[in-house]
């Protein structure tokens, strides 16, 4: 049984109630964070802290950034001429420096918890990563817990790329090579027709594209059916010409029995395409904006829309729409010098016909 006095017959001593102020680390807490950085490098990596301390010897960029960071005198890293220094990993440890330190030896490097790998080892550590083939971002999250140094990332993703045994049981998706039409001899001989919509009021927009010139001609429809559609093809067609193929989806109404009776009446034959035209598809994109912005497009937006996109140079072809499609520019608000054409219609025919070919090789090389 322990006696314990009362505070008045028990008074502690001066320094107990005045403690000594002070700003140094205690010997305890130095000790406490020696020890946690020791223990970090021995649980890094499966390799021996002696190998590395032993090869960053052998590594003068990694010594010098030691050298840096101990005397905190990075700027000499700029003004060094030494070419054994590697300039690149410099300037990326100077960067990080904030969460740089060494181990109590001061021979192995750490960046926040991860060993600072010399290059020599930089390899053999990505090898023990990957031992048990793991993708690319579990092997970044495994190595993110051990080990850093720069360009790690890209390191593991061109190891990974270029594992024989990753790539043979990685399932890979490969698109089928582009089959590039022919550009046609003159305009309106190929046009492609297709539906986009419904919009918000309920429509469709049926969009009709000349092959060799991209002119687009839109029309407003409610339905897709074989009724609603020929009437506005055969305005068209009154309007233009009969082409000589109409290409399509073969969706409906292009593969009913009424729209082949039509085509058979006009004269002339249907072609599928599996793919959208790429004149098609940024029409499609602009008018989902109008779409989406509001529900009620004005026809001054669109008729001023398609002014401008009959005038401008299209992508594949290197020539506006209206010159390729009638031999001239047409007039519009922008105030032009001359609508003649610099060159003969032949010669900018096969102008177009180079252009257009092209651009679909460059095109189908991409994909």
Known sequence: MSNTDQGKDNPSDYLSRHPIMTTSTSSRQQKIAEEYIQHISIESVPKSLAEIAAEK?????LQFAISCLHKNKWYQSHDTKNMQFDRDTLQSLE???SSLSTDKSGSILIKNNQLVIPRSLQHKCIDLAHEGHLGIMKTKQLIRQKIWFPGV???VEDKIKNCISCQSCTQTNTQEPLKMSPCPDSPWLEVSVDFYGPSPKGDYLLVIVDDFSRFPIVAFTSSTSAKSTIPILDKVFSEYGIPATL???NGLPFNSHEFSAFAKNLGFTQKNHTFMAQSKWHLRKVY???WQSSENISHRKQSSF???YRQTPHSTTGQPPSLLMFG???RSKLPTTSTTPSHNQQTLYELTKLTDSFQKQK?????
């Open 95 to 97: 960067k990080v420096k």
């Open 57 to 61: 010897l052998k590594d003068p960029t």
């Open 328 to 330: 001239r520019q047409t």
């Open 247 to 249: 290409r399509s989806d």
């Open 306 to 308: 398609l002014i401008n």
């Open 288 to 290: 989902e904006k109008y």
């Open 153 to 155: 990332d890209a390191m």
């Open 363 to 367: 095109m189908k090389n991409s994909c």
